[in-house]
């Protein structure tokens, strides 16, 4: 929702409203700890406390055609009891009450006309439905808006790919829908695979599969890959969910392309190599501590060793 005008006719407010819309952001008090994060595909928003996560709460965000705006702004005024008056003009102003879309705080930001506030429609968070602001639960604008004061930095983003790890060893990726369209997933594997590649091998083609097939909120391990020692070339593969895969060619390359394996949904173009037991010709040993497949030939028939 946008441009509340404050309900009671206090000439304090008034003039507050007018220094916000036309003199430029509030001034970030040196004492402030505070700092608020939003990232709009996640719907979340994240308040710290100096460099330690606080507390975060579900919001709602703009919808496609009334995107929320990116970029630092900061909360320039607070309204408690907010009147909202409806961008189209054609409409009476909605007085404080339940059927008020602002609900009873108003956190306007720095950039004209969009906010932090709560709402009359519990069910629209965590969903893109607003006309741009970022509406809260009541229970949690009525939190947030007694903690922080004018002044509090608000950065905004929009990141759909979001790489985490736990002391650089087991990373990990949370995934978001592209609800406006902006990024391109292949430079998002590209971002994480730089990010990781100072203590991590991640499997390139493994990550841009499982970005591009996974279309609902989750979090998701990234693929490593392994090195693979064996006489039969042009095979690679990768550790998932303690499975490992190896690319479709082995069959081929093996002349087993009648035998009917299931390739994953995740990861077309790969087998897992549990599910190929039934060849001959071949032995598979993996080292997990290295991170190591070796497949020889054999004529005995396949010997499986795989944890």
């Known amino acids: 929702m946008?441009?509340?005008?404050?309900?009671?006719?206090?000439?304090?407010?008034?003039?507050?409203?007018?220094?916000?819309?036309?003199?430029?952001?509030?001034?970030?008090?040196?004492?402030?700890?505070?700092?608020?994060?939003?990232?709009?595909?996640?719907?979340?928003?994240?308040?710290?406390?100096?460099?330690?996560?606080?507390?975060?709460?579900?919001?709602?965000?703009?919808?496609?055609?009334?995107?929320?705006?990116?970029?630092?702004?900061?909360?320039?005024?607070?309204?408690?009891n907010p009147t909202w008056s409806p961008p189209d003009g054609r409409h009476p102003p909605v007085p404080p009450g339940p059927s008020n879309p602002l609900g009873k705080f108003w956190m306007g930001l720095s950039i004209k006309g969009y906010g932090i506030h709560g709402n009359s429609a519990p069910w629209s968070i965590g969903r893109s439905v607003s006309l741009g602001c970022f509406r809260m639960r009541n229970r949690d604008v009525a939190e947030l808006f007694h903690l922080i004061p004018a002044g509090t930095p608000v950065q905004i983003i929009y990141k759909t790919v979001i790489c985490n790890s736990r002391s650089n060893t087991f990373p990990w990726l949370e995934l978001f829908p592209d609800i406006y369209g902006r990024e391109k997933r292949e430079l998002a594997v590209l971002h994480v695979a730089t990010e990781l590649g100072r203590f991590y091998s991640p499997h390139h083609n493994a990550l841009r599969l499982l970005i591009s097939r996974i279309k609902r909120p989750c979090k998701v391990p990234v693929p490593r890959e392994i090195r693979i020692q064996s006489e039969i070339f042009g095979i690679d593969g990768f550790y998932w969910e303690r499975k490992i895969y190896v690319s479709k060619r082995i069959l081929s390359v093996l002349r087993a392309t009648t035998l009917q394996v299931e390739e994953p949904f995740l990861f077309p173009g790969y087998l897992e190599v549990s599910k190929i037991n039934s060849l001959s010709g071949i032995q598979i040993f993996w080292n997990e501590t290295l991170h190591t497949l070796k497949i020889t030939r054999d004529t005995k028939g396949l010997l499986y060793d795989f944890p």
């Not at 036309?22 to 402030?32: C, I, L, M």
């Not at 700890?33 to 939003?38: G, H, K, M, S």
């Not at 710290?48 to 005024?77: E, M, N, Q, W």
């Open 2 to 80: 946008r441009s509340p005008v404050q309900g009671r006719k206090i000439w304090f407010f008034f003039w507050a409203l007018l220094a916000v819309f036309f003199w430029g952001p509030a001034v970030v008090h040196s004492g402030n700890q505070w700092r608020i994060r939003i990232n709009i595909p996640e719907y979340k928003l994240y308040l710290y406390r100096g460099d330690k996560l606080h507390s975060y709460y579900p919001i709602a965000v703009g919808k496609f055609d009334k995107p929320s705006p990116t970029g630092d702004f900061a909360i320039a005024v607070k309204i408690s």
